[in-house]
Structure formats: C-alpha cells, structure tokens
C-alpha cells in the first residue's frame, strides 16, 4: 500500500517544482505593462537566456550528479558525506573558476556580440546576470540533495523563500527603476543572494566542504558529456533569439519570447508525463521483453502519452487568448497570439522524442545524448538562418517546428544501438505531421482582428481529428 508519507512528498516536489515558473508567468503582466518598453523587455529576455547557458556551465551540471551520488551511496554514510562533501568542494571551484574568467573576458566578448546595445554591456547589467545564473545553479545543487535526502519540508521552506522574494524584490525594482532592465536584474540578484546564502550554509555545515581527487575522475566521466549536452540543448532552444536580435529586432526577440512562455503550461505536463511513464519504460528494458512485448506496452503509455500532450495544446489554444487579452496591457505582446498554434503544435513532436531518449537515460549514455544533439543542433542552426534570410520573422515561427523531427531522427538512431522501441506510425507520426499540416494550412487565412477566436478554432479542430484517429479506442 502506498503510503501518506509518499503522496505528501509527491504532491510537494511536483508543486514546489513548478514555483520557478509559476514566479514567471506572474511577473509576465509586470514586464509586459506600462514600464518596461518593448525593446527594454526584449533585452531581459536575452538576459534571462544567456543565465540559462550560464547555470549548466558554472557548476559543471553537477547537481544532476547528486541523485546518482545519493542512492548509490545512502547505506554507507560517512562515504556518502564525502562524496557530497567533493560536490560542494568542485562545485564553487569550478564556479569560481568560471565567473573569473568571465569577469576578464566578457566586457570584450559582449562588446563585440552587442556592440550597439548599452543593457547588453557586461559592467555592470551582464554581470548581474552571470552572478545571478551561479546562486541559481547552487541553489538547485541544494534542492536535488533535499531531494533525494527525502528532506521534503525543507525543501518546500527554501522554494517558498525563493518565491515570495523573488515576487516581491522583482516588482519593487521594477517600479523603482522604471524603464531599465536594472530593475529585474536587481530583483533576481537579491533574491539569488538570500537563496545561495541558505544554500551554502546548510551544505557546508551538513557535509563540509572537501576535494576529493580520485572522486573527481568520476565526476568528469558523469559531467562532461552531461555539459556539452546542456550547452548544446541551449543553443537547439535559444538560438533562435540570438538570431532575431542579430538579424531583425530587439523587440520581436521579447514577442517570440512572449509566445514561447504562453506555452509553457504544456512543458510542465512533459515534466510530470516523464516521471510518470519513464519508470514503465525502464522496467520494460531491465525485464529484457520482447519486441512484441514493447510494442505493446510502450505504445499504450506513448498513446496516453500522446493524448494527454494534445489536450494540453487544446486547452492552451482555448484559455491563453482570453488570458493574454485580460492581463497583457500592451497591445504589442497581443501579436503573438497570431502564431500562438504553429507553437503549440511544435511541442507534439516532443512526445516521440522523449519515448526514445527514455534508453539513452536508462543505460547512462549521456555520451550518446549528447551526440544526437550536436547533429540536431548543426541542422536546426542551418534551417533557422536560412529561413529567417527568406522570411523574416516568418521564418523563426515555421524553423520552430521543422527542427524537431531531426532532434527525433538523430536521438532515435542512438537510441536504436540500445535498444528496440517499435511504436505505431499512424498515431506517433501521421497523426502529429497532420495536424501540423492542418494548423500551417489554416494560418495562411488567418488575420490580424481574427487572431482573438482563430486559436480556439484550431484547439477545436486539433481535438476533432484526434478523436477520430482514437476512435476505435474510444
């Protein structure tokens, strides 16, 4: 029998997990108000995608480590205390390291990437962020060990702490600075300042602070592939940023970003969708079953799987136009509610591409991982410049969903060295290649005053034809 203890922990990492992004979507109305203009707006946004970059660099992704750390040492506890002891050692290091050869390097390196654009400077906006981006990191170094420590009070504590400071520096900055990216800049770095400082302080006390050199052989093994993983997986995700700032503007760098975060209520389905069928999937490949029996299985969870993704983009295509239009002041954010389907349904792809990553993560071959993205990467760069040379702006919106099945292709052909995941082509691949179809097909007729009642039509039509391809299952 499942027991209290368990769902209480379960309901509090799924919801606490989800506060980071939640503090976004509040602040969104903030940002997007009278006070910060839409270039000013677009500056945070490549501020915010260059401290993403920087969180995975800074600490080496050594809290991805800590989990493994965790079970595979929690009987032994003295040995358990120096291996996180040698985490928190390399941690700040390599932190250190990083952030000092940025504070050398970056004013020339930021000069020559944004030499016409002051918030761009590294002295002193960038270096806000770079400080920001390693208290991050740490604090999420500090939660993974809460995590699998079973520590899930203290957990809720320091996220909660993280939240409301976060709110409410955020917003007071904000009004305070006016028209400036200083002001959340000021509120995510005082807020990261609180959350490290509780962070250092418990896992110094807690386990120490201690280098461990043949631990450290381990380490890189674990990391490395993990990191250039990470870096490569920013550049498939943020690239496209980079470019509209180089090539177009600053201000449709904030409306992409404002459309990509109006969808960002289905990510969080992803997260909890993996937790809840990766298990399935690893037990299927511990057992060692036949074809026949994965074929089975796996394409009953990666159905479900499918569905509950395509509800998601329904009920995204059915509340996120009224909600932009009830809490968005500026009119100038309401345009992305134009392309707001081509971007939900670029996430249906993604259902594929995490059945065939689940594998790769089983097995530990980060390695592996991290060699399907560096192909992935080289032809999603390829396709955005060249479509944005011939489209515009246009061509940022349709690159977005042209990529993904290459990131399917490549993972699949890694995954494929492992192990043998058979799934059903109708559902998996005709059923998402034609509702892309369909919703391309429709946003050629759409126009600017119908974009309000366009997106629920769509969400109504992506909910038709899915039930007709389960209707025998229904």
Aim: contains cysteine.
């Amino acid at each position: 029998m499942i027991s209290k203890k368990f769902f209480k922990s379960s309901i509090v990492y799924s919801v606490v997990g989800a506060l980071p992004m939640l503090s976004g979507f509040i602040l969104l109305p903030f940002y997007t108000g009278d006070i910060l203009s839409e270039k000013n707006y677009g500056y945070l946004t490549l501020h915010l995608t260059f401290s993403l970059l920087f969180q995975s660099i800074f600490i080496f992704c050594l809290e991805s480590f800590v989990g493994p750390v965790i079970i595979e040492t929690k009987q032994d506890t003295a040995k358990l205390k120096q291996k996180l002891a040698a985490i928190n050692y390399y941690s700040l290091l390599i932190a250190a390291s990083g952030i000092l050869i940025l504070l050398v390097t970056g004013p020339f390196l930021f000069e020559q990437a944004f030499e016409d654009s002051a918030p761009m400077r590294f002295y002193p906006f960038m270096c806000f962020t770079v400080f920001t981006s390693f208290f991050n990191a740490y604090f999420k170094l500090y939660c993974n060990q809460l995590i699998y420590t079973e520590q899930a009070s203290r957990y809720l504590v320091a996220n909660v702490i993280n939240f409301i400071t976060t709110l409410m520096i955020s917003i007071t900055a904000l009004y305070w600075c006016g028209d400036s990216i200083m002001g959340p800049l000021i509120g995510r770095l005082a807020s990261g300042i609180i959350i490290f400082l509780i962070s250092i302080a418990y896992l110094n006390k807690q386990y120490g602070c201690k280098a461990d050199p043949i631990f450290l052989k381990e380490i890189k093994k674990f990391c490395f592939p993990l990191l250039l993983f990470s870096i490569l997986s920013w550049m498939f995700n943020n690239i496209d940023r980079l470019f509209i700032e180089k090539m177009l503007s600053t201000e449709l760098v904030g409306l992409f970003d404002f459309g990509i975060k109006c969808t960002l209520g289905i990510e969080i389905i992803f997260g909890g969708m993996n937790n809840a069928i990766y298990p399935k999937i690893y037990d299927m490949i511990k057992k060692n079953e036949t074809t026949l029996y994965l074929k089975e299985h796996i394409n009953k969870y990666a159905s479900g799987y499918l569905i509950v993704i395509i509800l998601a983009i329904v009920f995204t295509l059915l509340t996120v136009p009224f909600a932009v239009n009830l809490f968005i002041k500026k009119i100038f954010f309401h345009k992305s509610l134009s392309f707001l389907a081509i971007l939900t349904i670029g996430q249906i792809f993604k259902v594929l591409y995490f059945i065939y990553l689940a594998p790769l993560f089983y097995y530990k071959r980060t390695d592996l991982v991290a060699k399907s993205f560096v192909f992935a990467t080289i032809v999603q760069i390829i396709i955005t410049y060249i479509l944005i040379i011939f489209l515009g702006f246009n061509g940022i919106i349709i690159s977005y969903i042209v990529s993904k099945p290459f990131q399917i292709l490549f993972v699949y052909r890694e995954s494929r060295r492992l192990v043998y995941i058979p799934i059903n082509i109708m559902k998996q691949i005709v059923l998402p290649i034609f509702l892309c179809i369909i919703v391309f097909s429709l946003q050629l007729i759409i126009k600017d005053n119908q974009v309000m009642y366009y997106n629920p039509m769509v969400g109504c039509i992506i909910l038709l034809v899915t039930i007709f391809f389960y209707r025998n299952e229904i």
